[in-house]
């Protein structure tokens, strides 16, 4: 079974950073595009990041420069890393890939269960 598991969140002053990190397991054939989205209560989820296995990067224009997005695939592992945090980056970040697993022919939509990020002070 494919899993992806979110770590790195939590509780930060505005201003501040993090780290978020997201790893792949199970029985797999290829991690490919890999991606982080966000979403606060009421709003739909906001693609935040992009990073393909060859690590290209994209970002949602409104990020403004401050955050990262890396990958080691060794490890299948994503990272997102935030700083200059805002209050109005508050929200659920969730971990997004295409995947093959071992049992399949074609890349596969999977989801991680998503990790919050608050900043307040």
């Known amino acids: 079974q494919v899993q992806l598991v979110e770590s790195g969140g939590g509780l930060v002053s505005p201003g501040g950073s993090l780290r978020l990190s997201c790893a792949v397991s199970?029985?797999?054939?290829?991690?490919?595009?890999m991606r982080w989205y966000r979403q606060t209560p009421g709003k739909q989820r906001e693609l935040v990041a992009t990073i393909t296995r060859d690590n290209r990067q994209n970002y949602a224009d409104s990020l403004q420069g401050r955050f990262t997005i890396s990958r080691d695939n060794a490890k299948n592992t994503v990272y997102l890393q935030m700083n200059s945090l805002k209050p109005e980056d508050t929200a659920v970040y969730y971990c997004n890939a295409d995947i093959t697993p071992r049992t399949g022919w074609h890349p596969v939509d999977y989801w991680g269960q998503g990790t919050q990020v608050t900043v307040s002070s």
């Open positions: 199970g029985s797999i054939l290829g991690v490919y595009t």
